[in-house]
């Protein structure tokens, strides 16, 4: 039986690559970056060699996804074996179209996406089902062998008499019509990207859930904080269970394309349904968040985009008392081209002049026609690996539709499981850090569910109120580890249902969490928070004092915390109250009702 030259693509360092920059926006360009290496640039590199349009490539790279083939097939120019985690996996005829492709698709990738580094591993492929599996093991072994022997130049060195890009340090060599400044070819294909990449979320994957109202932000600022205040943001990074295990068990090509196809479904649809609940319940998360549409304060509007005006937004402006002599030149700006908000004061400040601007500014905002902002935006969305950000105030409500979801789908008759990260952070702070932070909680939910020797899906959460300094375990050592009582940390939580009973279940817990808001007002939450700080005599007072006046704290079956506190050196009610804070307060009325 003849063999194929198998080519086995892979990115290095790909969190380093798209969050090297504090900037939203060109995070979310570098991951687009990241994904189209694996389309549009694979379906020009490919074009080369099969001689198709770019448009038939791009086909092609989907129709891998219904084969049945349990081989791969060297009579084609390319096959192609799967695409999804990070991977690729493609099959040549012979060595010389392999390595042919292999420097065009390199040679692309240095010029569209500058920085991203690759490594690839090539090899004969043979066509035996029996020896599929050894053969795909030993490429990643190569795999692993070349991203440790080589670290290629993928972005242009300094060169002669050009200014310094303020945001990457290299040459500033591209003027940047967005942003209106010269930056580096890096900088200015991540900014270019993330316009790209909002486009094909809102017009191409989720235009039947977004609809005509609403869209995505590629600021930070738009996610839900409200100017003035002290606001945060939550990024969430979701990582499949034994995912990778089960893709190294595929017993032949058929096994890895199902697997690769049913991961990549599964991801999309709960990343799906996380925008049906923001479009869903957009007006009662928005109030919980602390906005008011009908408030005179314009920063206390819904987040929007691509102001435009219309004849409507000129009959609300008559009646929120415009005088007419200023409607009658806003007539030339009618039915533009939707605007952000910068440049649409600007075009009104062209129009009617800088002081009636500023001085009907919240009517012009509150009336003109516009697109409302989900105050949520996915930064890497793809196999199994996603991260998005949110307000703070949603990241474990988001987080916890996401894994319920995922776990819709099964393989073998087994359901997927996921584990979650949440990072809490200020929304000024750098977004590496606090990405960081996400992918080590990520990492010890991970922990957790294997000490248990669970098949569960866990998640854990932390909140920064100032900055991240040291490892996950160094800063929860200094910070919640009370030397008279014990910890102050139950999480992780574990995504189960509330029967059978599980004391670290999130759906029980979160039901704990309304009683708490029931039974204490804000300032006995506040004593709360001291009192578990202190010693095991001022939580007796305190437990005492609030029977007194006829109060109960939430009990958690088969432990005594309501009575002592603190049970095994633990207690639930710090984590009880950070959720208070950091979790949509109408959704926990609902669980309360269900109860």
């Known amino acids: ?36 290496i694996y389309r549009s640039y694979l379906a020009c590199a490919l074009c080369t060699i099969t001689g198709r349009t770019f448009d038939e490539e791009l086909q092609h790279l989907e129709d891998w996804k219904s084969s049945d083939a349990d081989k791969p097939d060297c009579t084609k120019p390319v096959d192609i074996g799967y695409i999804g985690g990070g991977n690729a996996l493609l099959f040549f005829p012979n060595e010389n179209q392999a390595q042919k492709f292999i420097e065009e698709w390199t040679k692309i990738l240095l010029v569209h996406a500058p920085g991203l580094s690759t490594a690839v591993a090539s090899d004969s492929f043979p066509q035996d089902p029996q020896q599929f599996q050894s053969s795909l093991q030993a490429l990643f072994v190569q795999l692993e062998v070349n991203k440790a022997r080589h670290s290629p130049i993928t972005s242009l060195p300094r060169h002669g008499i050009t200014a310094e890009c303020a945001r990457s340090g290299a040459s500033a060599e ?90 990549e479904e599964a991801t999309q649809a709960a990343f799906e349904a996380v925008i049906a609940k923001a479009v869903k319940e957009h007006e009662r ?30 009959a609300l402006l008559a009646k929120a008392n415009v005088p007419q002599s200023l409607l009658a030149q806003l007539h030339t700006l009618k039915n533009r081209n939707p605007k952000s908000k910068k440049n649409f004061l600007n075009a009104l400040a062209n129009a009617i002049g800088s002081d009636a601007t500023e001085r009907y500014k919240p009517q ?57 990260g949440v990072a809490i952070i ?54 919640f580890e009370q030397r008279l009582r014990g910890s102050l940390l139950y999480r992780p939580f574990k995504i189960v249902p509330k029967e059978p009973f599980d004391d670290h279940s999130l759906d029980m817990f979160l039901e704990k969490v309304q009683h708490l808001a029931e039974s204490l007002p804000q300032n006995k939450r506040h004593e709360l928070r001291d009192v578990l700080a202190r010693s ?60």
């Not at 890497?380 to 319920?404: R, S």
């Not at 996400?438 to 932390?462: I, V």
């Open 426 to 479: 200020k929304t000024k702070y750098p977004f590496y850090r606090g990405y960081w932070l996400a992918e080590r909680l990520c990492a010890n939910a991970k922990s957790k569910r294997k000490e248990e020797g669970s098949a569960a899906s866990f998640f854990d959460f932390h909140v920064a109120l100032g900055g991240v300094a040291g490892s996950l375990k160094m800063i929860r050592t200094w910070d």
């Open 1 to 36: 039986m003849s063999a194929c030259h198998a080519v086995l693509l892979d990115t290095v360092s790909i969190q380093s690559y798209i969050f090297q920059s504090n900037k939203l926006k060109e995070n979310l360009g570098a991951s687009y970056l990241v994904q189209e």
């Open 536 to 595: 095991e005599e001022a939580a007796r007072e305190f437990v005492q004092a609030l029977k007194y006046r006829g109060r109960t704290l939430p009990e958690i079956r088969g432990h005594q915390y309501a009575e002592t506190l603190f049970e095994n050196n633990k207690t639930p009610y710090f984590d009880m109250l950070e959720i208070l804070r950091f979790y949509p307060d109408f959704v926990l009325k609902e669980i309360g009702e269900k109860a």
């Open 364 to 420: 012009f905002l509150k009336h003109a026609e516009q697109q409302y902002i989900l105050p949520i935006r996915p930064v890497i969305l793809g196999g199994d690996d996603v991260t998005f950000v949110c307000d703070g105030k949603l990241g474990i409500y988001f987080a916890e539709i996401f894994i319920k979801k995922f776990e819709e789908a099964k393989i073998a008759d087994k359901n997927l499981t996921a584990c979650a």
């Open 174 to 263: 591209v003027y940047n019509d967005n942003i209106e400044v010269f930056v580096s070819a890096g900088v200015n294909a991540r900014i270019e990207a993330a316009i790209a990449s909002k486009y094909e979320l809102e017009v191409k994957k989720y235009k039947k859930v977004l609809g005509e109202r609403y869209c995505f932000s590629n600021e930070l600022d738009d996610l839900g904080g409200m100017s003035g205040e002290d606001s945060h943001i939550a990024i969430v990074h979701i990582d499949g269970n034994d995912i990778g295990e089960r893709f190294k068990q595929a017993q032949n090509l058929k096994a890895i394309r199902a697997l690769s196809k049913i991961v």
């Open 285 to 314: 998360i928005m109030k919980s968040l602390g906005f008011d549409p009908n408030s005179n304060d314009p920063d206390r509007y819904y987040p929007a985009d691509e102001y435009r005006i219309t004849d409507k937004t000129i």
